[in-house]
Nanobody, 116 residues
Framework: QVQLTESGGGVVQAGASLNLSCAAS????????MAWFRQAPGKVRELVGL????????VYGNSVRGRFIISKDNAKNMVSLHVNSLRPEDTSVYYC?????????WGQGTQVTVAS
């Protein structure tokens, strides 16, 4: 089992930046990748960014490419999401996900609210 704990959400003004963090604990050996997703009320959960654990290859969702940056700290088993130029439509619950072998693990989520 992998436990994930997100932090860093909050209420910000449009145009602001924010850093979200996700700490992994438990069976953190053989993690293949970690990712951030988000889900707004009434919408499907969408990929924000993904990073492979060994090589560090990144993939971003179309709606955030160029504004959000995902990074990792293998020694601390942490993945971060730096979000820039926030827009009201970025308001969502942001979830961290880890893939370890064939299993996926999710955090509880952290709320980001962007006021216009």
């Amino acid at each position: 089992q992998v436990q994930l704990t997100e932090s860093g959400g909050g209420v910000v003004q449009a145009g602001a930046s924010l850093n979200l963090s996700c700490a992994a604990s438990g069976r953190t050996d053989n993690i293949n990748e970690m990712a951030w997703f988000r889900q707004a009320p009434g919408k499907v959960r969408e990929l924000v960014g993904l990073i492979t654990w060994i090589v560090g290859t990144t993939v971003y969702g179309n709606s955030v490419r160029g504004r959000f940056i995902i990074s990792k700290d293998n020694a601390k088993n942490m993945v971060s999401l730096h979000v820039n130029s926030l827009r009201p439509e970025d308001t969502s619950v942001y979830y961290c996900r880890a893939r370890r072998r064939e299993f996926f693990y999710w955090g509880q989520g952290t709320q980001v609210t962007v006021a216009s």
